[in-house]
């Protein structure tokens, strides 16, 4: 038994559904050899350091892992929801949940705007380098003072000039932006019309443009080798194609992207729930206490059963949605259910595991004890719970 | 010059193999299968010999269920140039004896004609270490086994091996049988557009019957059980009480 290690002899793995196709199963086992050795050993250093190499980054995109989203044409593989379900749900089961955001952000929640909505100009100028790893990509959304509600940005670009060829000028701030500081490419938000949704556009912000700058580097609760920023944005001066998507159309754009993010945070309740319920047996199965082990104990294993029961309908949803979405069905009601529920039974799962380590499970160092802080961000970002369930409510 | 590798589908090195309840074997069923990795490292050599301009193509051969045309994808999607399935069984928890392996081999080797055969050493469920040189004896070919250094040079393979005691360096006559160890290389990633791509090479389904070749278990088994759990250990508090257990108890000195 030992509460530390992270590859237990026993594990908890559901079988892929049927309609998984073989060349998935083999990324899986990629992905899956990829966590183990390129991650899981040094991740541990990467928190203590909040900052993950770039060179994760730069590997990721050698193995082609980095392009699912994007064309052939511009160095990706353009794979689907599922390729991005399976891609995440194995990345989530390093648990290091800040590796997980810090990867999945660049290739499914900022980069992918770019490919969504970007004109080919915009697409072969970034779009090679980021499928490589040599750009990384930010989503610089929510501010200060609008998070939930994202039609409450105020941070604002004007056009420095008339016609449409004059430089855009932007100034404000964004708040907990995952990539933010050793980021190259921000997508921001920001006000370009008036209040409301239909007033926002999307730019392509390199970091180290002139007047951007990192107000501060944010200490968080989990994810602590991912960084997250607080940014400003003085005077900062973008030419004309910085535009991203059409002009007031960024919240639809947003929009557009909403689905498969949330697929993805169901993914990551997939993938972590079920790593933490392996460690866990892994742990219970040994510990013993009164004479027998934990899991002799009858309330620890109906406890973990519940538990485990709950991750594979989530990850069943997961799996049936993606493979919906892909098909090009309308999945905003199941993708709202996925992403308000998935992360409340992740929340119980890893809190339940927690519990059942003892006092081992609050110590630093055992996966149990990060994971449980790891998870607790999936309840709050892109999207918190009650959000989603209005969006539930709206639907049914 | 034509490289063959065969690739054997076994259970997942991370799996705890666990008995079957009428002790027969281990159970397989619905568990994690991957390629043998004393396999994984033959193909990764073939394909390095290919990088290096000693070899011109890469065949990889499994044999068994079905499913082993997932171990040949994933040869295929780390460079392999195409693949030949020799189905032999409908049960996944039917293994075929190494000599009836190496007599299929040995039918495609007469079809394929390679320059060079590189096998894994072992396969890790069975660990029989004997394909590689039964197919050497039917063949009548030279063999080096455990490879742990391959140079071609000309019509000679110069094989490095770890023997007790050090290294030794054979030469062998092409055609040869190789056979990989665990240090030979470090297998690749198969990249994402290389899974891709594997999806479009050819993949050549056969049965054993298609080569005249008789399966049928020569082997009984008698019982499989597992290995008996490892029992607590004891600290001692000095080294005076660790020779004193080694001499009273253990009896070891
Ligand atoms: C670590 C981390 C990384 C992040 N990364 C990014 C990023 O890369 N890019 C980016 O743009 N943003 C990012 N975010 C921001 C994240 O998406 C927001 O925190 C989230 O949308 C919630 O916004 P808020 O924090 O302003 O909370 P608020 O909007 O202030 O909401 C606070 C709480 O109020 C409740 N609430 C709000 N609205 C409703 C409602 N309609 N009905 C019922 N209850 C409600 C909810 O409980 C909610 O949690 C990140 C956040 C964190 C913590």
Redesign the pocket.
């Known amino acids: 038994m030992n509460a530390f290690a992270q590859t237990p002899e026993t594990g908890f793995r559901l079988p892929d559904p049927d309609f998984v196709p073989e060349e998935l199963q083999m990324l899986r086992a990629q992905v899956r050899r990829f966590v183990e050795t390129e991650i899981q050993p040094h991740a541990e250093a990467w928190e203590e350091a909040g900052e993950i190499p770039r060179d994760l980054f730069r590997k990721l995109g050698a193995l082609g892992l980095l392009g699912m989203q994007h064309a052939e044409d511009y160095g990706g593989t353009q794979m689907g929801a599922l390729a991005s379900v399976v891609f995440g749900e194995e990345l989530s089961r390093s648990t290091f949940g800040g590796v997980t955001?810090a990867i999945t952000?660049h290739t499914d929640?900022?980069a992918s705007h770019l490919s969504r909505v970007g004109t080919p100009e915009q697409k072969a100028e970034w779009l090679p380098r980021i499928c490589a790893g040599e750009v990384v990509c930010?989503?610089?959304?929510?501010e200060a003072g609008?998070?939930?509600?994202v039609a409450g940005l105020r941070t604002k670009a004007r056009r420095d000039g008339p016609g449409e060829d004059a430089d855009w000028i932007i100034d404000g701030s964004?708040?907990?932006?995952?990539?933010?500081v050793y980021g190259d490419l921000l997508i921001v938000?920001a006000r370009t019309g008036g209040e409301g949704a239909r007033g926002l556009s999307l730019f392509l912000v390199p970091r180290d443009t002139p007047g951007v700058s990192v107000a501060q580097k944010?200490k968080?609760h989990g994810?602590l080798s991912?960084d997250?920023a607080e940014l400003y944005f003085d005077n900062v001066r973008v030419p004309a194609s910085a535009l991203l998507g059409g002009e007031n159309r960024g919240f639809y754009a947003i929009m557009q992207g909403f689905e498969h993010e949330r697929l993805m945070i169901g993914a990551f309740s997939a993938g972590e729930g079920a790593k933490a319920i392996e460690l866990t047996l892994d742990y219970v199965r040994q510990r013993r206490a009164f004479g027998k082990t934990i899991w002799d104990q009858q309330a620890t294993r109906q406890r973990l059963a519940m538990l485990a029961s709950q991750v594979a309908m989530v990850r069943a949803m997961v799996y049936q949605t993606a493979l919906a979405l892909d098909g090009g069905r309308p999945v905003s009601l199941e993708t709202a259910m996925i992403k308000s529920t998935g992360p409340e039974v992740l929340h119980e799962v890893v809190h339940g595991c927690l519990q059942l380590h003892g006092g081992t499970g609050y110590m630093r160092g055992t996966p149990i004890e990060r994971m449980a802080r790891d998870a607790r961000?999936l309840?709050?970002?892109?999207?918190?719970?009650?959000?989603m369930?209005?969006e539930v409510a709206k639907r049914i | 010059m034509k490289v063959l590798v065969p690739v054997k589908r076994v259970i997942d090195y991370n799996v705890k193999a666990r008995v079957k309840a009428d002790g027969s074997g281990v159970d397989l069923a619905n568990v994690k299968m991957s390629m043998n990795p004393f396999d994984e490292i033959a193909v990764e050599e073939a394909i390095r010999l290919k990088e290096k301009g000693a070899a011109e193509e890469i065949v990889v051969v499994s044999i068994g269920v079905k499913q082993a045309q997932e171990t040949l994808r994933t040869a295929l999607a780390m460079g392999a140039d195409r693949a030949i399935l020799i189905e032999a069984a409908d049960d996944v928890h039917t293994d075929i004896e190494p000599l009836a392996v190496a007599k299929l081999l040995k039918a495609v080797i007469d079809e394929e004609q390679p320059g060079l055969v590189i096998a894994g050493k072992q396969a890790i469920d069975n660990d029989m270490n004997a394909t590689g040189q039964m197919l050497a004896a039917l063949l009548g070919w030279g063999q080096a086994t455990n490879a742990a250094e391959i140079e071609i040079e000309g019509d000679v393979a110069k094989v490095t091996r770890e023997i007790d005691g050090g290294m030794q360096t054979l030469k062998v006559k092409m055609p040869a049988i190789i056979t990989a160890d665990l240090r030979l290389n470090e297998p690749r990633y198969a990249s994402l557009p290389n899974i891709m791509k594997a999806k479009k090479k050819p993949l050549d389904a056969k049965t054993a019957a298609d080569y005249g070749v008789d399966v049928a278990p020569r082997l009984t088994i008698v019982a499989t059980t597992e290995p008996p759990a490892r029992k607590a250990g004891v600290k001692v508090e000095s080294v005076d009480e660790l020779i004193s257990k080694l001499k009273n108890e253990a009896g070891v000195l």
């Open positions: 955001a952000v929640m900022s930010a989503i610089a959304v929510t609008a998070g939930s509600d964004k708040m907990f932006i995952t990539n933010g938000g944010l968080k994810w991912s997250t961000i309840r709050i970002g892109g999207g918190a719970t009650e959000v369930l209005e």
